[in-house]
């Protein structure tokens, strides 16, 4: 069965101290794997589709790049607006559904 | 684009009754799709229309849970005889097939409900 890990579950930073969060797939003919930030009581806001592995993309002091078996997400000098929860999604196989990962959930602190 | 659109945005009811949630879809968007997500975990698949085809369904969808995409356009999400495992956040999402493979999901902010 196809399976989406994320880690680690929960993350806290000092504003400034870089890290990244992780993403682990298993699934048969990945066609795009998501990444999108989540706020309490909000939906997922989409952040980045990657299609094939050496693939990077970058959005202010986000990076997501993807590898055969794995994506990362990187925060390079997190400030605490990047405070959210950070999930991972993957679409594979002839299907049109989209499996989640259970997120991380980013504390930067001031 | 005004984004994708969910109401009721809560919903307390009592355990037993009937609830029905309402999605508008991003006008462009074909594909709609409803997700249900419990605290601390991610968006759990539920079933997905293309225009007003319902595509596919959740295996563990419960035959109490019914949606309807009328016309292909805004779609309704309707428990029957609710169950306090229901209580959660249900999520609607709508994406384009028209924009190649992998076209992303865009999601409304959901509507959350508590059944007592």
């Known amino acids: 069965e196809d399976q989406v890990t994320q880690s680690p579950e929960a993350l806290r930073l000092q504003e400034g101290e870089s890290s990244s969060l992780n993403c682990s797939y298993t699934?048969?003919?990945?066609?795009?794997l998501f990444w999108y930030r989540q706020d309490p009581g909000k939906g997922p806001e989409f952040l980045f589709t990657?299609?094939?592995a050496g693939e990077e993309k970058e959005k202010e002091r986000l990076k997501a790049t993807l590898t055969k078996k794995e994506s990362f997400l990187h925060i390079t000098a997190p400030k605490p607006e990047d405070s959210a929860t950070y999930l991972c999604a993957v679409q594979a196989g002839t299907g049109n559904q989209f499996y989640f990962g259970t997120g991380t959930s980013l504390t930067v602190i001031p | 684009d005004t984004g994708v659109s969910q109401n009721p945005r809560h919903k307390i009811t009592k355990r037993g009754q009937n609830v029905t949630f309402r999605c508008d879809p991003i006008?462009?968007?074909?594909?709609l799709y409803w997700y249900r997500q419990t605290l601390g975990q991610g968006p759990e698949f539920l079933t997905y229309?293309?225009?007003?085809?319902?595509?596919?369904k959740s295996r563990l969808l419960s035959d109490r849970f019914s949606a309807e995409r009328p016309k292909g356009s805004f779609s309704t999400l309707e428990i029957q005889r609710t169950e306090q495992g229901d209580s959660a956040m249900y999520l609607c999402?709508?994406?384009?097939?028209?924009?190649?493979?992998?076209?992303?999901?865009?999601f409304g902010n959901g509507t959350r409900l508590t059944v007592t």
């Open positions: 699934v048969s003919g990945l066609r795009g």
């Open positions: 006008s462009e968007h074909n594909r």
């Open positions: 229309f293309q225009n007003e085809a319902q595509l596919e």
């Open positions: 990657l299609y094939s």
């Open positions: 999402a709508s994406s384009s097939s028209f924009t190649g493979v992998g076209s992303p999901l865009h």
